[in-house]
């Protein structure tokens, strides 16, 4: 036998589930192998014999050995991921959600809380991922990394039920729900609407209350816009490039409209210092949007263009380089690719969870997808990078 032929593998790396299982038991199998990979134990609950989890973990442990890759904590989170969204029955969108996906949208601080995220010390500050729209799927640009206390808080909620949490706390019922007070519903509220298909003139009313989270993508036309000209107030020569977008915007009024909004939101980065930079520097415009000033020209031009409007601002900032690194430009359908919004999130077929007795049983059925707004012709959407 030669020495090449030495090198040869028995058997295939990838995952081979048993012949005639279900969808289910197969990405069960898969996650059990991935945990093999990486020489990481599945949770003890799914060790028990003929469980999917067990299968693939088995099966990969003997095509691996001890010839397995890093188990880094990215690595731990996504299989942690994979195998929560596998118990509840979610879509999970496994090409674009990585290892590497998820140490891209790692955060120093909660953007709801503001407070520093610490990592696997069991506390409320705790790092968590969570999907952001609670009515899709696992996927890239529906991630973000928020505290724990956040996560728990957030639940199961809606971008509105959050809005009414901060009405029935202003109107002095509670001073806090589910331990987050009336300002951080309000970021929640903001950061869910986000991936939330909302009616243009809904969305252009909400004010810019949290910067859009790295590799989050904006679903509406116009809150992408509204990022986009705050964030020009991270970059230098910002003179330069507000020249240039008035240039773009439409019709008589809207350019005039477009330049009292800069010049306000301008007149708020100015006092907040000339040395503030990084993560102060984003609380500082995120506060600058808690002054009614600021929110009623930011309307009053918001209002005056369509969503179409703002899809083409957005388009051409990016195309001419206004945008900078921090956003690009992606159709709908490439923007939500894996979202499963059709079934709000859940894999077509129902809400399986396993157990440690076996693979389990449906649990219930998915809800019957929302009746969304209907998008304008040819949609399109801004990923925040």
Known sequence: MSATALLLPVRPATATPPRGGSLFEATGFEIGWDHAHHRLVPPAEHLHPG??????????????????????????????????????????????VTPHFLKQIDAAECPITREPLTHATGLPSDASVDRVNNDAGYAAGNLAVMSVR?????????????????????????????????????????????T?????????????????????RLLNAVQALQALLTLQFTRPQVGRRIAEL????????????????????????????????????RRALEDAWTHPLVVRRWQRLA?????????????????????????RWLPLAAATD??????????????????AEGAGAPQDAPRPPALLPQPPAQPQAALFA
């Not at 008035?246 to 040395?275: C, E, I, K, N, W």
């Not at 499963?340 to 999130?345: D, I, N, S």
Request: proline residues 5%; hydrophobic residues 45%; contains cysteine.
């Open 51 to 96: 469980h999917p989890v067990r299968q693939g973990w088995q099966a990969g442990q003997a095509v691996f050995g001890t010839r397995t890759l890093r188990a880094t904590p990215q690595v731990r989170k996504w299989l942690q991921l994979r195998l929560n969204a596998w118990l509840r029955g979610r879509a999970f969108e496994g090409v674009q």
């Open 150 to 194: 956040a996560n728990a808080a957030k639940s199961d909620y809606a971008w509105d039920d959050a809005l009414g949490f901060v009405q029935q706390i202003e109107r002095g019922a509670l001073g806090q729900i589910d331990g987050l007070g009336a300002a951080e519903w309000s970021r929640l509220a903001v950061l869910m609407s986000y």
């Open 196 to 216: 939330t298909p909302l009616a243009h003139e809904q969305a252009a009313c909400l004010p810019l209350l949290v910067l859009p989270p790295n590799r989050l």
């Open 246 to 281: 008035a240039a773009s915007m439409p019709g008589a009024d809207t350019p005039a409209a477009y330049q009292v909004f800069m010049h306000t939101l301008l007149a708020r980065r100015v006092a907040a210092g000339p040395q503030i930079e990084g993560a102060a520097l």
């Open 303 to 327: 209002l005056r263009l369509t969503a179409a409007d703002c899809e083409r601002l957005v388009e051409r900032a990016c195309r001419r380089s206004l945008a900078g690194r921090d956003c």
């Open 338 to 355: 894996g979202w499963a919004l059709e079934t709000r999130g859940h894999v077509a077929g129902g809400v399986v969870r396993a157990s």
